[in-house]
Nanobody, 125 residues
Framework: QVQLVEAGGGLVQAGDSLRLSCTAS????????EGWFRQAPGQEREFVAA????????DYADSVKGRFSISRDNAKNTVYLQMNSLKPEDTAVYYC??????????????????WGQGTQVTVSS
């Protein structure tokens, strides 16, 4: 059983940056592709970014492309989400997730096997 713990959320102003981290335990981190999702109040959970097992492949939602960057450090069992030029519409609970797949990335929440508890990101205007 893999446990994922997110950290790094907070309250920032528009234009600021934050870096989220997600640390895994209880499994072999490198066999999982990782993803970040977010959910704003009253809205469905949406895909934000994903990274393959090796870190070679990444992809982003159009709404964050060019502003957010996903990376991973398999030696530290950690995946990161660097968020720059934050906007009020980025306000949400951010979740990391792990998918046991052989290659590539995944975009749908139901393709992921494990989830963290979420971390709140609030961007004020």
């Amino acid at each position: 059983q893999v446990q994922l713990v997110e950290a790094g959320g907070g309250l920032v102003q528009a234009g600021d940056s934050l870096r989220l981290s997600c640390t895994a335990s209880g499994g072999i981190f490198s066999v999982y592709a990782e993803g970040w999702f977010r959910q704003a109040p009253g809205q469905e959970r949406e895909f934000v970014a994903a990274i393959s097992r090796s870190g070679v492949s990444t992809d982003y939602a159009d709404s964050v492309k060019g502003r957010f960057s996903i990376s991973r450090d398999n030696a530290k069992n950690t995946v990161y989400l660097q968020m720059n030029s934050l906007k009020p519409e980025d306000t949400a609970v951010y979740y990391c997730a792990a998918a046991r797949i052989y290659y590539g990335v995944r975009y749908k929440a139901d393709e992921y096997n494990y989830w963290g508890q979420g971390t709140q990101v609030t961007v004020s205007s």
